[in-house]
């Protein structure tokens, strides 16, 4: 059991370590640092990532851990956006999946992070259909804002065929 | 009469006087606000607090793609002629593409629209069903503006729960008939329903029977007092959310 949670506080030490790293880093400007790998890390545990929840602009880039002392990049699918708004707040849900022997135990872990903790909010290049708003604070703007509001529903004549 | 009965009537009237009042000063700050909505549904980037963003597609039919980079996958058609095809955004993404919810079953159905084909627009207002209290309240940047007491499903053909938006206004050719003087269309459907000739969609309408009010009366719609549901229809835009409760 002691080993399950090592695996575990190790992975999700990984993930967020991996997360502090600025938007501007490619995956391969990571480097083992982040890794808390060494000699005594749990081995042959197989550990992966499940569920990567992202409403709308995701930003988590992917994170190392530790299999067999080594560390192994866990590429994540995910969507790289560039830009932040007033739903930059939203949280990243990260479940961690440990799987040992066929036993799956599956480390639940809610980071409390931000776009902006992490670095990622990154002024945008307008492109000539944006408008882009200037923000309160210099790297966050919003795009396409929406002005306009919807004008109440025209009524057309006719039989509903609601349940009612 | 009885006294339980008599005090649903006076409810009722107080609601409905409450309603009145409210929605007459929905461009105003007449109305007191009371209270916040509780979960306020997921806005895009784009809205303000409280606020929906809608997207109306610019022919009568639109194509949905299957996520923010896939393929088109289905087409959706607007609800009847010279009606908007309509839904609610409730996502998204640089590339280009809305994530909405659609008007089409199954409930919930969410697909990606091509910001190309839809014209954007937003709302303050939202609506929420209590069925299990016959509530229905409405919301401007989060915040009650009234509650109504409404007709609901009875335990056979409950309203279905969920988020849905409105997808037509309809405005019957008998306004004394049993969907009163207007008739909102959901993107809701009952599950419950058999034998429905048609779509069994869900609305929310007037009537003619309001000595039922509130109360399970329903075949899953919601119905309200003629005189709110005029007011509803003079306010609220097609691709209002409307949020159906459990609780």
Redesign the interface.
């Known amino acids: 059991m002691k080993r399950y949670l090592i695996t575990a506080l190790f992975a999700v030490t990984a993930v967020l370590g991996a997360l502090a790293v600025p938007a501007s880093a490619s995956p391969v400007a990571h480097t083992p640092k982040l890794v808390l790998c060494s000699e005594n890390a749990p081995t042959a545990e197989t550990v992966s990532t499940e569920g990567l929840h992202h409403i709308g602009h995701s930003l988590l880039r992917g994170w190392y851990v530790c299999v067999e002392g080594k560390p192994v990049w866990l590429k994540a699918s995910i969507e790289t956006k560039t830009w932040c708004n007033e739903r930059s707040n939203m949280k990243f849900e990260v479940k961690i999946l440990v799987v040992r022997n066929g036993d799956v135990v599956l480390k639940r872990e809610i980071l409390w992070k931000t776009k902006k903790d992490l670095g990622l909010c990154v002024t945008p290049s307008p492109t000539p259909t944006d408008t882009v708003t200037p923000s309160p604070t210099p790297t966050v703007t919003v795009t396409t804002p929406v002005n306009n509001p919807a004008p109440p529903a025209v009524a057309v004549p006719g039989q509903p065929s609601f349940t009612g | 009469m009885n006294k339980p009965l008599i005090f649903a009537r006076i409810v009722t009237s107080l609601l409905a006087v409450t309603s009145l009042l409210a929605v007459s000063s929905c461009g105003g700050s007449g109305q007191k606000v009371t209270a916040t909505r509780s979960a306020p549904t997921?806005?895009?980037?784009?809205?303000?607090?409280g606020?929906s963003?809608?997207l109306?597609a610019r022919s009568s039919q639109a194509r949905v793609y299957s996520s923010?980079t896939g393929s088109a996958y289905k087409t959706v058609r607007a609800p009847?002629?010279?009606?908007p095809l309509t839904f609610l955004a409730i996502?998204?993404?640089?590339s280009g593409r809305w994530k909405a919810l659609l008007p089409t079953p199954p409930n919930g159905s969410t697909g990606w629209l091509d910001s190309k084909d839809v014209r954007?627009?937003?709302?303050?207002y939202m609506l929420e069903i209590r069925p299990r209290v016959r509530q229905l309240r409405l919301y401007k940047l989060n915040e009650i503006l009234t509650v109504y007491g409404v007709g609901v499903g009875t335990k056979a053909?409950p309203t279905p729960t969920g988020n849905y938006f409105?997808t037509?206004?309809?405005?019957?050719?008998n306004p004394g008939g049993?969907?009163g003087p207007?008739?909102?269309?959901l993107s809701a459907r009952?599950s419950k329903?058999k034998n429905?000739?048609?779509?069994?969609?869900?609305?929310i309408?007037g009537t003619n029977r309001p000595e039922l009010l509130p109360g399970a009366v329903?075949?899953?719609?919601i119905r309200m007092d003629n005189t709110v549901i005029t007011r509803l229809?003079?306010?609220?835009?097609?691709?209002t959310p409307v949020t159906i409760k459990a609780a």
């Not at chain 2, 009847?80 to 009606?83: I, L, W």
């Not at chain 2, 954007?120 to 303050?124: E, F, M």
């Open positions: 997921s806005a895009p980037s784009g809205a303000g607090a606020e963003i809608i109306t923010v009847r002629p010279g009606v996502d998204t993404d640089d954007v627009s937003k709302t303050p053909t409105i037509q206004l309809v405005r019957p050719s049993p969907y207007f008739a909102f269309g009952s329903v429905w000739a048609g779509d069994p969609i869900v609305g309408h329903s075949n899953g719609c229809a003079k306010l609220l835009p097609l691709g």
